[in-house]
């Protein structure tokens, strides 16, 4: 039920292969890849050549996170490069149904993320079709930013929402997660945290992996 999803926004990126294989050794489920254009969210990270490096020397479940403007101009590029699941804002893209179709058209999981301030309410009529929806727990763009404590109200309305659907549908976070508020943010509702900072930016990556797997709410 619980997965851990480290962004490697905050690894080395001199040595990815060796910080993808800590954090698979450690036992995480997702491996975050943070795709971000200076269009959309204020800073640049990398493309499809990088993903589809790293694809090569790993089998970890690629978790790829697009915040890119009209985003439906690149899955097939993600997709090749060896996505396993995109999400896709609903802020970046006009029309986010048919984008969705087509990413579950190419045979991968689809998902859409919202910014802080975005309603849940876009969700409405494409909540079926997901795989998961990950909402954005801090403004996206960077890393090592602080989690926003208002987002706990939305993650666990999100979460009714899902259950009063009879949906099986996982819900990701994404920013400032720590193994401090790990417990109380899989408590509301949220089954799936990425966390970037936290373990690339911890002396002890593998450690870091494991109490992350510990200390949160489904096996605490
Ligand atoms: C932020 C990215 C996050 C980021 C999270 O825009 O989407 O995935 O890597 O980093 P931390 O866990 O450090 O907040
Ligand atoms: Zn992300």
Do not use: W
């Amino acid at each position: 039920m619980f997965k851990l999803a480290p962004s490697i926004l905050s690894a080395d990126f001199s040595k990815l292969a060796e910080d993808i294989k800590k954090v698979d050794e450690a036992g995480a489920e997702y491996l975050h890849i943070d795709i971000m254009d200076g269009q959309f969210v204020p800073n640049i990270t990398f493309g499809p050549p990088v993903v589809k490096a790293i694809r090569k020397v790993t089998k970890m479940f690629f978790d790829v996170h697009l915040m890119i403007d009209k985003p439906e101009r690149y899955i097939d590029d993600f997709v090749d490069a060896g996505a396993d699941l995109i999400s896709v804002h609903a802020e970046s893209t006009v029309h986010l149904h048919r984008t969705l179709q087509y990413i579950k058209s190419k045979g991968i999981k689809a998902a859409v993320a919202l910014n802080p301030a975005t309603s849940l309410a876009v969700l409405d009529y494409v909540l079926e079709d997901l795989d998961m929806v990950l909402l954005m727990t801090v403004n996206p763009g960077f890393g090592g930013q602080k989690f926003i404590p208002q987002t706990l109200g939305k993650i666990k309305k999100l979460r009714e929402i899902i259950n009063n659907r009879e949906l099986s549908i996982d819900i990701q976070i994404d920013g400032g997660a720590t193994l401090d508020n790990v417990y109380e943010i899989t408590k509301t509702g949220a089954n799936v945290v990425v966390a970037g900072s936290a373990v690339f930016g911890s002396d002890n990556i593998a450690e870091t992996v494991q109490l992350f797997k510990q200390k949160n709410y489904y096996n605490a």
